[in-house]
């Protein structure tokens, strides 16, 4: 009777058991993204996650508009331009579905459009002197054409042939790309040669960069001389900056004002006027900020590299009185009354100064580097390095990569900076010497910087071979650079003492070497970001460079590049690899390191995340170290974050 109960008890045990694991789970598909925005034409694979309990169920895909976009055999098709929706569902399970938009664009088309606009600026509706039209994009391969409909006043290429007076032409604007063709009648005025000789003559008298900082003396008089029968009178549009006898008052704020000059032949009944603006410069808190930060300069106080504590000011007294508020983006590093305190890799560090005064307040920057913690026994010293990368937790990431394509999202999901004691592998193709993009073969200049870029080109296919052929092309834009980065290859073009035109301005492209990290759909844009790091920790220690040197595009014009790191703050991220990477090649090119993943179904042997398992786990990896002829093994343990997409 005992052994009957224990029986019936198990029964019951493995009864409810397996009602439990045959419940109906709360999700039945899911998928990464539930977001597309496609080019006309493009194609991608749809991986849809089906629950267990759901395996022998069979997927349908239904869309609201097959002009648009339809699923074939689980593959996403574009068919026309606009928007829809996608339905997967499961074909016994109808209520278990997801929806998924998808944009479909054609941004081919719109090209020729786009350039008829970016003529018409660069032409503009009056012509006072002679020019060349464009017949070149900088950015498109198009084809621009030209047709006056009066070539005796305005010809297809853009001479001029004035006559005393105002006249108006239609100028018939082609652009053609692919099978795209766009065209537009664009109206420009040919301004008499009596109109453009009074203005050339009367605007001469006021400076070409059009800021106001001092009195003028305007004369119209002599203007008369070679046209007695014109009226002419010029005026301010703000008397209290800049008067009509070109008395300046100079305003506490830069103040936007036009000078008008208006001329008339009343014998002809013939009239124009011609508006310009000028800038009427006032003191600003900003002009005060920088005399404040010129001054801290010249105190020699903040450094580019900084290894001892230091006296930040709190007050500033000598042309104006201003009170100085210290901040830092790293106060472990860097506090705000100046206090170091190393850590184990080198830093930068950006220290703020808020500028008080007169109730308004500006901010200066000031960037420095603070060198790594010493130490005298190397053990010691590999143990710490070894701490930096023992990160105790792995972050995921979802971010944009925008450029000349279409943008699209990119995912991180999560990795270990592994060191490796290996150089880069560079693929070594030059520029021959009479390229015309190798302005100075054979140059030997002194490198300053370190410059990143990225190529703007998220097309698919614009890997580094791709761009390691575009910059042979001499039929191009004006520009070059040394490195090509994706997450296979590295190309250099040109060596890297000479000059290249990347950086847009002088001091950069004289100076510096130039990486163009590529951003195509293929690439892991992560792996790029650690092959571009490991390759400029190199160029640092052969040019005696540190962390101080490497530069932004951004940082010599200001334009938006190296965009996907800015966009999706990942400077940092790539500083901190860089850092590494440098820390290693200066201080541990003796020392072995031999990496091992202990999670081998989620990271692989360079500590990158290839699987992640959509929560919260652990990851384990093995380090050996081998240093003059002793080997020692470090394992290490990491919370791998659950996705940021999730």
């Given amino acids: ?27 039945a598909l899911s998928l990464d993204n539930f977001d597309y925005c496609l080019n006309l034409g493009e194609e991608i694979v749809l991986d849809v996650n089906i629950n267990d309990y759901y395996k022998d169920q069979i997927i349908v895909f239904s869309s609201n508009n097959e002009t648009i976009a339809i699923v074939v055999d689980g593959v996403l098709k574009t068919k026309g331009v606009g928007e829809t929706e996608i339905r997967i569902s499961l074909q016994d399970y109808p209520e278990c579905f997801i929806d998924i938009a998808v944009i479909v664009t054609n941004w081919e ?80 005025v040919v301004a008499g040669y009596a109109f453009v000789a009074i203005y050339n003559n009367f605007f001469n008298q006021l400076p070409p960069h059009r800021k106001i900082i001092r009195d003028y003396d305007i ?5 008369n001389d070679s046209y007695p029968d014109a009226n002419i009178s010029w005026r301010s549009t703000n008397q209290s900056v800049f008067t009509d006898k070109g008395i300046y008052h100079q305003p506490f704020d830069d103040t936007s004002f036009l000078i ?25 808190i900003y002009e005060k900020a920088q005399i404040v930060k010129g001054w801290l300069e010249k105190q020699n106080i903040i450094t580019d590299i900084l290894t001892s504590d230091i006296e930040l000011p709190l007050y500033y007294n000598d042309e104006f009185e201003a009170v100085l508020e210290w901040s830092s983006n790293k106060p472990e590093i860097i506090a705000f009354d100046g206090k170091i305190t190393p850590s184990n890799k080198n830093e930068l560090v950006v220290l703020t100064c808020k500028v008080t005064t007169g109730g308004a307040n500006s901010f200066i920057k000031f960037n420095t580097e603070i060198p790594a913690k010493m130490y005298e026994d190397k053990w010691e010293a590999i143990e710490a390095f070894l701490d930096v990368i023992f990160i105790d937790k792995i972050e995921t990431q979802k971010y944009t990569i925008a450029g000349v394509g279409p943008s699209y999202t990119a995912y991180n999901y999560g990795y270990i900076p592994f060191y490796f004691n290996e150089k880069s592998n ?89 990486i163009e ?79 091992e993943s202990l999670s081998k179904n989620i990271m692989d042997d360079t500590g990158r995340v290839f699987n992640h398992p959509g929560i919260e786990t652990n990851v384990s990896f093995k380090v050996t170290v081998t240093y003059n002829n002793e080997t020692k093994e470090y394992t290490h343990t990491s919370a791998l974050l659950p996705p940021r997409w999730s």
């Fill in 1 to 27: 009777m005992k052994y009957f109960k224990l029986l019936i008890l198990l029964f019951l045990l493995i009864f409810f058991y397996g009602c439990k694991q045959i419940q109906k789970p709360d999700w």
């Fill in 109 to 188: 088309a719109d090209i020729p459009k786009q350039v008829i606009e970016w003529v018409k600026t660069e032409i503009g509706s009056d012509m006072l002197m002679p020019g060349f039209f464009p017949v070149k994009h900088p950015e498109y391969d198009v084809e621009i054409e030209y047709e006056s409909d009066n070539p005796e006043v305005l010809t297809n290429e853009g001479m001029i042939f004035q006559g005393k007076f105002d006249i108006e032409v239609g100028l018939k604007i082609t652009v053609r790309y692919k099978d795209y063709i766009a065209t537009e009648v664009h109206n420009i």
């Fill in 219 to 223: 004369k119209i008089e002599n203007l």
């Fill in 260 to 284: 008008v000059l208006t001329i008339s032949f009343p014998d002809q009944g013939a009239s124009r006027e011609f508006a310009v603006e000028y800038l009427a410069t006032g003191v600003s």
């Fill in 426 to 514: 560079v693929t070594v193709d030059l520029l021959p010497e009479d390229h015309l993009m190798r302005p100075s073969p054979g140059e030997n200049l002194e490198r300053k910087y370190v410059v990143i870029h990225d190529t703007a080109n998220n097309k698919p296919g614009s890997g580094a071979e791709m761009h390691n052929r575009f910059i042979k092309n001499p039929d191009r834009q004006k520009s070059s650079w040394h490195y090509t980065v994706d997450d296979e290859l590295i190309f250099q073009h040109i060596p890297d003492r000479e000059i290249a035109w990347h950086a847009g301005n002088e001091e950069g492209n004289y100076y510096g070497i130039g």
């Fill in 517 to 595: 990290t590529c951003i195509n759909p293929e690439v892991n844009y992560t792996v790029v970001m650690q092959k571009t790091a490991k390759l400029t920790a190199g160029l640092l220690n052969r040019y005696g460079l540190t962390l101080h040197d490497i530069k932004q595009h951004y940082d010599f014009t200001g334009k938006e590049c190296p965009r996907v790191m800015r966009t999706n703050s990942r400077w940092d991220e790539f500083i901190d690899l860089v850092s590494i990477e440098y820390l290693g090649v200066t201080n541990f090119s003796d020392v072995q390191f031999i990496w």
